[in-house]
Every structure is written in structure tokens, then in C-alpha cells.
């Protein structure tokens, strides 16, 4: 397999900080695009990966993996590009796509395991893990780079690619529309789009927030209320309101309290915390009672991935961003553990150029 070489910026350990490096992308593939990055998302996920908090990193790490760019090559077998289009790319770049969930668009899902934008197997070169969208180009089976409306600003884009698809899928597979009442708990780079692909769709739409110092936020991104969840008399007010809450808290939290909240059939769903609540375990009565669901979510398959661009082309929604250089990530990480960030940092790639 012929490769050739790419500026990218990655970390060859966890306690490292990122900083310019070279990698190999594989030549195009008879499937295969190329596409020159303009730029990337800076997403939790990316974080977590550079810093091995979930375990499992294999270095140099690159992450990335909310991308927007142009297709500056096509393989021989191509159908669904040509070059010059503007291409998008998330947080998958394959998947076995045999198996019943590939087969039912929901690669996310995939038996086998999807690949990783990052830190994936990388079929195409033996033993070599994917690297993501801190780079100055990506080559990407077809099936799996998706088209961008042309009149979306580019670099808001980038967020759709995660962030976006991670809470529009849970809205649509719990049929929102315009008679629904929707919650969503936190309020960084899922949340904000929670709200504004919620109102897209006609939904009602509150915020749940520890403090009031969201509420003006939540309202200029759309909400039409916000619940502090710490004051009594508002949590009683907001008893069996709610046919969907999407939590996208990224730590371990006491999920109890909203539970209440929701009307009969309703469903918590979580989509930002990943592994065990150990210390406030979850309490089946307020489920029996009024048969009410904690479910869970993964981002999106690519079929889904493309109607949510095609859907925010339409409503002309986008990410509130934050536009860094590449070299500026170590203190953009820095700031997004703190929640300093309203609510996604954008990479703009040109700056890798310098």
C-alpha cells in the first residue's frame, strides 16, 4: 500500500502536549476521496483520546473528527463526489457494512465494531491506527464522507458532524415533532445543539441548569424556558412534563431528580456520560410507575448523519463556535475542561499551512 506524508498535529503520550507532526495517508483507494481539510471540530472525545482517559490510545494520537473540507482527488470507482464539492466527514470513516445494523443504516451500531475517524484499525495499512482531522488532508471511502449545503457557514458546520448528529439522532428516533415537550440537561457543544435542532423540529424546549446564570443563553439559542433543577418549587412545576430529555452531562450525575419530569412514556436519554453511576444508582419506581425509559444513544449512521445536514441546510442551523489555529489546541483543551467555550472550538485548518 503506496502512502504519502501529511502535516497533522498529534501526541505521542498522554501527559504530551500536541504539537506538529507527520503522518501517512494511504493512496486513494478505487472508493476512496480525498479531501483537503478547512477545517476541524474540537470535540470532548478528541481530549479523552490525546490524554488516554479512556484507556485504549495508541500514539502518535490524532484527533479530529468533525470535518469539513473540499474533495481535491476521486478513485477510479467513485460515484457519490467529484472534486471541488464540499464534504463533510464525523466520527466514522467504515464499518463491516454486513451485518444487520450496517445493513439497516446504523454503522454506529456495527457488530464488528465500526472504525474510528481516530484511533481506529485502519484496514487499508497493516497495524496502522486512523488519524483524525487535526491534519491538512484525509482520504475517506466514499461511503462515509457526506455532502454540505452550500449555504451553511463552513466552519459552524464542523460541530454538526458530532455534536449535531449525537442529539439529532435521539430526537428523531423518539419521533419529535411540533406537539412535543423536550428537556436537555448541560449546556456546551451537545446541549446548545440539543436546542436549537429541538426547535428546528417544533419542539417545546426547556433547559434543566444548576444555576441561572444559563438562562440568557439558553434563550438566545432558543429554549423557551429554564428549569433550575436545585429549586423545589420548579422541579415541582415541571412534574410529568417531558416526552424526551436528552442529558448530555459528560460526568457521572444523579439522574433521579429528572425522572419525575417526564410524562408517561417518557424517556431519559443519555448521550455525554459513558460508564457506570455507581453512587446514586437509578430508581425503577418513577419507571414502573408511569413507565418511563432511561435509554442510551451513539451518534448516527451516515444515512441519518446526511438528512440532519440536509435538515439544518433547510432551517439554516448551525454550531455557535469558537474559531482556534491548530497551534492554539493545547490551550483551547485547557479552557474546554473549564467549560470556557461557547460551545465548540473550530480549528481553522489554513493555519496549519504556516
Known amino acids: 500500500m503506496h502512502t504519502h506524508k501529511v502535516k497533522a ?9 500536541l504539537e506538529l507532526i507527520t503522518i501517512e495517508r494511504r493512496e486513494i483507494q478505487p472508493k476512496d476521496v480525498e479531501i ?15 490524554r488516554n482517559d479512556w484507556g485504549g490510545s495508541v500514539y502518535p494520537a490524532v484527533p479530529g473528527h468533525e470535518i469539513v473540507g473540499r474533495i481535491t482527488g476521486v478513485g477510479s470507482e467513485v460515484t457519490k463526489f467529484k472534486v471541488g464539492d464540499l464534504a463533510a466527514v464525523g466520527c466514522m470513516v467504515d464499518s463491516c ?18 472504525t474510528g475517524t481516530y484511533n481506529g484499525k485502519d484496514k487499508y495499512i497493516d497495524n ?15 461511503h462515509f464522507v457526506l455532502h454540505v449545503p452550500e449555504n451553511l457557514d463552513l466552519a459552524a458546520v464542523a460541530p454538526l458532524l458530532c455534536a449535531g448528529i449525537t442529539t439529532w439522532s435521539p430526537l428523531k428516533h423518539w419521533n419529535v415533532n411540533e406537539n412535543s415537550k423536550v428537556a436537555v440537561v448541560g449546556l456546551g457543544g451537545l446541549g446548545h ?3 436549537k435542532l429541538a426547535k428546528g423540529l417544533g419542539a417545546h424546549v426547556s433547559l434543566f441548569s444548576r444555576s441561572a446564570g444559563k438562562t440568557d443563553d439558553a434563550k438566545k439559542l432558543g429554549a423557551d424556558q429554564v428549569i433550575i433543577s436545585t429549586d423545589e418549587e420548579e422541579m415541582k412545576a415541571a412534574l410529568n412534563k417531558f416526552d424526551l430529555i436528552i442529558d448530555t452531562v459528560p ?7 429528572y425522572m419525575n419530569t417526564l410524562t408517561v412514556n417518557g424517556t431519559l436519554v443519555l448521550v455525554g456520560f459513558i460508564g457506570e453511576f455507581e453512587n446514586d444508582s437509578v430508581s425503577t419506581k418513577p419507571m414502573i410507575y408511569k413507565r418511563r425509559s432511561v435509554a442510551g444513544s451513539l451518534i448516527g449512521g451516515i444515512k441519518e448523519t446526511q438528512e440532519m445536514l440536509d435538515f439544518c441546510g433547510e432551517k439554516n442551523i448551525v454550531s455557535d463556535i469558537e474559531i482556534i489555529k491548530m ?14 467555550v461557547k460551545y465548540r472550538f473550530v480549528i481553522d485548518m489554513k493555519s496549519l499551512k504556516d
Do not use: W
Request: charged letters at 25%; hydrophobic letters at 25%; a negative charge.
Open 9 to 17: 498535529f498529534g501526541t505521542e503520550a498522554p501527559e504530551n502536549d
Open 327 to 340: 497551534q492554539d489546541i493545547n490551550e483551547a483543551y485547557e479552557r474546554m475542561l473549564k467549560s470556557d
Open 97 to 114: 457494512r454486513t451485518c444487520s445494523s450496517c445493513a439497516q443504516d446504523l454503522e454506529q451500531f456495527c457488530e464488528n465494531g465500526f
Open 36 to 50: 483537503d481539510i478547512m477545517y476541524c471540530g474540537v470535540c470532548h472525545s478528541d481530549l479523552h483520546t490525546a
Open 193 to 195: 445543539m440539543a436546542i
Open 251 to 257: 460526568y457521572e450525575h444523579d439522574i433521579n431528580p
Open 128 to 142: 496502522q491506527r486512523t488519524y483524525g482531522g487535526y491534519s491538512e488532508s484525509v482520504v475517506v471511502d466514499e
